[in-house]
């Protein structure tokens, strides 16, 4: 009866508030095509007010190399490494989010690893060079490696020339990034940034940027800025170069994901709102009376907790979330529809880093009355009376059409079910030539040093030396980093016991100047706030932290810990400099003892 109750309210609310008054909330799950973009279909059908999901992520980032390199999810192949003499990971800490890159992956590359990170991560910590800079001075870093790139003879000039427009409107600036300016507000030692410089400019290199840099005030220009390293030095289009921040590996496969998410049923007058708004919209009744929730859980991860929590609270807001477990979004919910997990139905999956595909085979049925979420979608069109048949599509057909449209030479004719067999496959047996014809999806075709788009949406047209101002031991705020942690890349398994346990309880990471300046020792509890919230944490004492700069690692559910509360309530929502995306690492939090 729960299809048929939530059928009827539904459209009873869709008839008397419009369908904008529809709003549902997203990500990507397990990165299974079918479970990840299907259920899309029926809300682009009923015209449905969407959260869009890459603002609480990186949308930032995404904007800004659209901006640059009229793509932000073509990166390099992970198998030309063969081929560097340097890796520049700026802003990613594989040890935590990619184990796999950094215990196998960077320890291949035959040349230097740099990494540049405000924290001392294992990845940083194993690298040839670790470049600790304060946050937010990023932009400023970047020019100072282009000036010493520049001394160095490393700019490739008939590339500029050749397939760049605007190098010019940045050439004063390049020039006024001295070494000892960019130490001064970086951090970084001056002799540092030349060796830097100097095993970059010895090429081919490659440029990781993780998604964490661009997840701060100004990390649209940051990506911006750090894109210059590959443009100016001609590290593209060639073995052992390239810059990365996404791989869409399916799309490369030649897979119609836009089909899978029936892009064709998106209507023109759709509302789409930012993560960072959505506490605030949501409070207010008039404009949301329907909430769907499936593949996340908002009240773990989303900014301004305590306002969502308030508006989830909404007596007139009518609640449904699809989730495999109770969550703390499923408790505020008037419907709960459990879904399926991961091992109970077919799909395809992907890397978004390595560019390999997967079948993800069906090892059980659904426990219970759970369904995947496509199924749950199909049942809630049915029981609406809707007609469209792009609603009603079966998994064993969109597998197949899918499988079809797989390039022959990555996928060799092969049928899902000999996908199944095989396990998982790359796309080709050599690496890919991203880039190669050095034709970009700019309106000039080439990379946009000067971007006029950039400059219509209100922005600068070439990238920044911008920076912001580090807290100091007068104002007595600190700047709070909330990263994956090594047992949870996010809050998707914060409830298994065993990840619980490894964890340990939830701390803030000091360092020991800060520490003894508040007159806080190790294991002591701690309280952390601001103005959107509150909470306590355990002190650590760690000197891989910079002064005046906090930790504490993301990933846990509020109604788990002891005070049920978690990091992101104190997660202001404030938005990045490009996409209304979040800047969580700019959260400013004060700390006393307890």
Not at 37 to 43: A, E
Not at 162 to 178: F, L, M, N, R
Not at 274 to 289: N, Q, T, V
Not at 460 to 478: I, K
Request: hydrophobic share 40%; glycine share 8%.
């Amino acid at each position: 009866h729960a299809l048929s109750d939530i059928a009827g309210k539904v459209s009873e609310n869709l008839k008397s508030y419009g369908k904008q008054s529809l709003i549902h909330t997203h990500y990507s799950g397990t990165l299974s095509l079918i479970a990840y973009l299907f259920p899309n279909r029926l809300f682009n059908h009923l015209g449905a007010s969407q959260v869009d999901p890459d603002t609480i992520c990186n949308a930032a980032g995404h904007v800004a190399w659209h901006y640059q390199f009229g793509n932000s999810v073509m990166g390099f192949d992970p198998r030309t490494i063969g081929d560097a003499k340097c890796v520049l990971v700026w802003g990613a800490n594989p040890s935590h989010s990619a184990p796999h890159a950094h215990e196998h992956w960077l320890p291949s590359c035959p040349g230097k690893v740099i990494v540049i990170d405000p924290v001392k991560t294992d990845t940083a910590a194993s690298a040839d060079l670790h470049l600790q800079l304060k946050p937010g001075t990023d932009a400023v870093l970047a020019y100072a490696l282009l000036r010493e790139l520049k001394r160095m003879g490393a700019f490739d000039e008939s590339f500029i020339a050749e397939h760049t427009i605007g190098a010019e409107e940045i050439a004063a600036t390049i020039e006024q990034a001295d070494l000892a300016y960019a130490s001064d507000i970086t951090g970084v030692p001056a002799e540092l940034i030349t060796e830097a410089a100097a095993a970059y400019a010895a090429g081919p290199a490659l440029l990781w940027c993780g998604q964490g840099l661009q997840r701060q005030a100004l990390g649209g220009n940051i990506m911006r800025a750090v894109g210059l390293l590959p443009t100016m030095t001609g590290n593209i289009g060639k073995p052992g170069c390239g810059f990365y921040y996404l791989n869409y590996t399916p799309a490369f496969a030649g897979i119609d994901l836009d089909y899978v998410a029936g892009a064709d049923l998106v209507q023109e007058d759709t509302v789409t709102v930012s993560h960072m708004d959505f506490a605030e919209r949501l409070l207010a009744p008039d404009e949301f009376k329907t909430l769907f929730v499936w593949n996340t859980n908002p009240l773990a991860s989303a900014p301004e907790q305590t306002r969502l929590r308030q508006a989830f609270a909404r007596e007139d807001l009518f609640t449904v979330v699809i989730d495999c477990f109770a969550t703390d979004s499923s408790a505020y919910a008037d419907y709960v529809l459990p879904a399926a997990s991961f091992l109970e139905f077919d799909d395809l999956t992907f890397s978004y880093f390595h560019l390999h595909m997967g079948a993800l085979a069906k090892a059980r049925e659904p426990l219970g009355e759970s369904l995947p979420n496509q199924e749950i979608c199909r049942r809630l069109a049915k029981a609406m009376d809707l007609d469209e048949p792009l609603l009603f599509e079966d998994d064993e057909t969109l597998l197949a059409k899918m499988m079809t449209e797989i390039a022959p030479e990555y996928g060799n004719g092969m049928s899902f079910d000999d996908l199944k067999v095989k396990g998982h496959f790359y796309l080709g047996d050599t690496p890919m030539p991203m880039h190669q014809d050095l034709a970009f999806d700019t309106p000039s075709g080439k990379i946009e040093i000067a971007s006029q788009n950039a400059e219509t949406d209100g922005l600068p047209r070439v990238p920044q030396m911008t920076y912001e101002a580090h807290p100091n031991d007068g104002d007595g705020s600190f700047r709070l980093l909330s990263p994956a942690s090594k047992w949870r890349l996010n809050d998707s398994y914060a409830n298994d016991e065993h990840l619980h346990r490894l964890a340990g309880p939830a701390s803030i990471h000091l360092n020991p100047q800060d520490a003894q300046r508040l007159g806080i020792e190790d294991t002591q509890m701690v309280r952390v706030f601001n103005h959107s919230g509150e909470l306590k944490l355990t002190a650590t004492l760690d000197e891989s932290v910079l002064p005046n700069t906090a930790l504490s690692h993301k990933g846990r559910w509020p109604s788990l810990e002891s005070d049920g509360c978690s990091i992101n309530f104190v997660h202001t929502a404030k938005k990045a400099d490009m996409g209304e995306s979040t800047s969580v690492h700019s959260t400013q939090v004060n700390i006393e003892a307890c």
